[in-house]
């Protein structure tokens, strides 16, 4: 193949701007996933990535179906609080692409990944091979970190593990979060099929730590085949809440109380387990300090704008609604607490014909997803949701808002449903058919979260 027919007039060139060097990436592959490293292996050696990390820095690597954002944003916080140099790695984002490369909690800037980009297109021309718009972006988070000589490197797998493109990289410590049902096109359509896969981030010798009680057996075939050490939830570590604002994190060398982070417990204990397994030195006082600090947008996100109380949390499927559920149902027995308090002290007001607080749902998600069982789950979880506003992500493989009704209009009354071509408009239209004491949740998807967030940052909107 030649270099004429791997780049194109458009080639963008380092003064070319964020935006043009993201457009031309997406263009220049034929499959937006190609799963396999062949292709990135050579570019990734020319780069040198491979080397550095295997080197100069303390490798995890997160996969899971859910909760590896969490996982990640913990791991990389209590690093950073120990005084390590902590790269993050994580996709998708929600806003903007920066918030994927982090270095000890910072988004890198446009100018670094463009200097990135440009030595990546490089080597990738060099090597005379095409690459995808993930793998392309990935190598560049991966040069970066080198580049910034990071200490540490918390690196989140985009899709499976084994054939995903953060897997060129040798992991120190494996983290699998949880194995459920997701992405059938390319993992399989079983969890046996999906736990070899994502068993494929283990190496010889390593340790993994495994965050669920249930384990398939072709995980346990892969750390057997690789003589890895494993630390399962529930046998090796566990968590218990003692209250509102204080945990109890066990393993058998420690028992530890410790401050409520914003995120799941479930997914920082996985994370917390990760960093005590490894030999970096990362004390109490550290650890306590990330807790109270960490947070990761669109996941269980709690805000108040707009004169409306907001839940952003991705849960793009069912294990994902049961995360969501597990953490929304006393969140709302606290917010109904919170609110009847506030009518008690305002009295005089006009309370008498307000209605009841309710819940409203911003929802959409992406058409080869399990939309069904997602809104089977939020439906019969008993809580008082009284509309659902739906539209179309502005995304290729987004569902339509046809097929958004279709299905909920198999679960409740079609006079719930409005219907709206764009999230910005179904985002204004929520504010204004809300209450200011209602609970307003969005998911269904990482584009679900960053389109509302977009619109709710415009000044025009209501």
């Known amino acids: 193949m030649s270099d004429s027919s791997l780049s194109t007039s458009n080639t963008p060139t380092e003064h070319s701007n964020l935006t043009e060097w993201l457009d031309y990436m997406q263009q220049i592959h034929v499959s937006a996933i190609d799963m396999g490293l062949s292709r990135v292996l050579p570019v990734a050696e020319a780069l040198g990535v491979v080397q550095s990390a295997k080197d100069d820095a303390y490798v995890f690597t997160v996969a899971g179906?859910?909760?590896?954002?969490?996982?990640?944003?913990?791991?990389?916080?209590?690093?950073?609080?120990?005084?390590?140099?902590?790269?993050?790695?994580?996709?998708?984002?929600?806003s903007v692409f920066n918030e994927r490369v982090r270095i000890n909690g910072e988004m890198v800037s446009d100018e670094t990944l463009i200097d990135a980009f440009s030595k990546v297109e490089a080597a990738r021309l060099r090597c005379a091979l095409t690459l995808s718009f993930f793998?392309?972006?990935?190598?560049?988070?991966?040069?970066?970190?080198?580049?910034?000589d990071c200490d540490v490197w918390v690196l989140e797998v985009g899709l499976g593990g084994r054939l995903d493109v953060v897997n060129i990289i040798d992991p120190d410590m494996a983290v699998i979060t949880n194995i459920a049902i997701d992405h059938v096109d390319w993992l399989g359509d079983n969890v046996e099929d999906i736990g070899r896969e994502k068993a494929g981030i283990l190496r010889d010798g390593i340790t993994l730590v495994y965050g669920a009680t249930a384990m398939p057996a072709s995980v346990q075939q892969a750390?057997?085949?690789?003589?890895?050490?494993?630390?399962?939830?529930?046998?090796?570590?566990?968590?218990?809440?003692?209250?509102?604002?204080?945990?109890?994190?066990?393993?058998?060398?420690?028992?530890?109380?410790?401050?409520?982070?914003?995120?799941?417990?479930?997914?920082?204990?996985?994370?917390?387990?990760?960093?005590?397994?490894?030999?970096?030195?990362?004390?109490?006082?550290?650890?306590?300090?990330?807790?109270?600090t960490v947070k990761l947008a669109g996941r269980f996100d709690y805000r108040e704008t707009h004169n409306r109380h907001w839940l952003f949390d991705v849960a793009h499927n069912e294990q994902g609604v049961e995360f969501l559920l597990a953490q929304l149902l006393p969140l709302w027995q606290q917010h109904l607490a919170t609110q009847n308090s506030a009518d008690a002290l305002n009295q005089g007001s006009n309370q008498a014909n307000r209605k009841p607080a309710s819940i409203k749902m911003l929802f959409s998600m992406l058409g080869d997803k399990d939309i069904n069982k997602v809104v089977q789950r939020l439906t019969e979880a008993g809580l008082p949701i009284s509309d659902w506003f739906i539209a179309e992500?502005?995304?290729?493989?987004?569902?339509?808002?046809?097929?958004?009704?279709s299905i909920l209009a198999s679960y409740v009354d079609s006079a719930q449903i409005h219907e709206f071509k764009r999230l910005s408009e179904a985002t204004d239209a929520v504010i204004n058919d809300s209450q200011a004491q209602d609970l307003i949740v969005v998911c269904g998807s990482f584009h679900t979260i960053g389109e509302a967030l977009a619109a709710l940052a415009d000044d025009n909107l209501s």
């Not at 793998?135 to 910034?148: K, N």
């Not at 417990?265 to 917390?272: E, P, R």
Request: with cysteine.
């Open 223 to 292: 750390i057997d085949t690789h003589q890895a050490t494993c630390y399962q939830a529930g046998q090796d570590f566990d968590y218990r809440e003692v209250d509102t604002d204080v945990w109890q994190y066990s393993n058998a060398a420690v028992t530890m109380q410790l401050p409520r982070p914003a995120l799941s417990l479930t997914n920082t204990t996985n994370a917390l387990s990760a960093v005590l397994a490894s030999p970096l030195n990362i004390d109490k006082k550290a650890i306590e300090q990330a807790l109270q």
């Open 393 to 405: 992500i502005d995304y290729p493989r987004a569902a339509s808002t046809e097929q958004l009704q």
């Open 65 to 94: 179906t859910n909760g590896k954002g969490s996982s990640t944003a913990v791991i990389a916080q209590m690093c950073q609080a120990a005084g390590y140099k902590t790269a993050l790695y994580q996709s998708p984002h929600l």
């Open 135 to 148: 793998e392309m972006t990935t190598l560049a988070a991966l040069l970066i970190f080198a580049e910034a």
